[in-house]
Every structure is written in C-alpha cells, then in structure tokens.
C-alpha cells in the first residue's frame, strides 16, 4: 500500500506564488514518474506537468515558464512551484506517483493523492 498526500494549496491574489509539495510513504523500492494534475470545477482533469528519472520534464502550453517540477528522492517527494499564478489556475491539483514496491518485480503501479485546493482570486 502507497500513500499520497499533497500539500501546500491555498489562496492567492493574481501574480502570486505557491509551492506544492507531494509525499509518498508506504511500500516503496523507487518511484519512476511523477505527475501533477488539476481538475477546474466543470472541466476533465488535466495533466500539468509530469518528471521522470532522469529528470526530464513535461508541462502542459499554459504552465509553460509560470510553473516548475522538481523532485526529491531521498525524500520521495516531488514539488511543483507555481509562479504568475492567474484565476485560471484555481483548482483542485493532485500528484500521482508510479511506483514499483518492491526489487523482486519491475512492474510498477500508479497510486494518487487526494488533492489540495489552489484558488487565485483576480
């Protein structure tokens, strides 16, 4: 079993920051990639950018020089800084982590967190 939990959502005036933060505990040998998602009030769930080993990263045309993913994983737990944040950035994000639980196997699984609520008032 693998847990996620995200923190660091809040609210905040146009043009400001937030840094989300992301830990995964529970039965874990390595995680391979992470993402972070967001999901609007109305609108399908979308993937803002993702980090895989190696470090190589992926983010979606809106985020692009606003938004950075970092990951620690010593700690196993991957960041997202958000800066310039605009009104259309406000809603619920939420990591996922695709982790492999043990050496014997090299498959691996993905697992979610519940989300935090980010919400930028104009």
């Known amino acids: 079993q693998v847990h996620l939990e995200e923190s660091g959502g809040g609210l905040v005036q146009a043009g400001g920051s937030l840094r989300l933060s992301c830990v995964a505990s529970?039965?874990?040998?390595?995680?391979?990639?992470r993402r972070w998602y967001r999901q609007a009030p109305g609108k399908q769930r979308e993937l803002v950018a993702s980090?895989?080993?190696?470090?190589?990263?992926m983010y979606t045309d809106s985020v692009k020089g606003r938004f950075t993913i970092s990951r620690d994983n010593t700690k196993n737990t991957v960041y997202l800084q958000m800066h310039s944040l605009k009104p259309e950035d406000t809603a619920v994000y939420s990591c996922?982590?695709?982790?492999?639980?043990?050496?014997?196997?090299?498959?691996?699984?993905?697992?979610w967190g519940p989300g935090t609520q980010v919400t930028v008032s104009s």
């Open positions: 996922s982590a695709d982790v492999r639980p043990s050496s014997v196997s090299p498959l691996t699984y993905p697992w």
């Open positions: 529970g039965s874990i040998f390595s995680i391979s990639a």
């Open positions: 980090i895989i080993t190696g470090n190589s990263t």
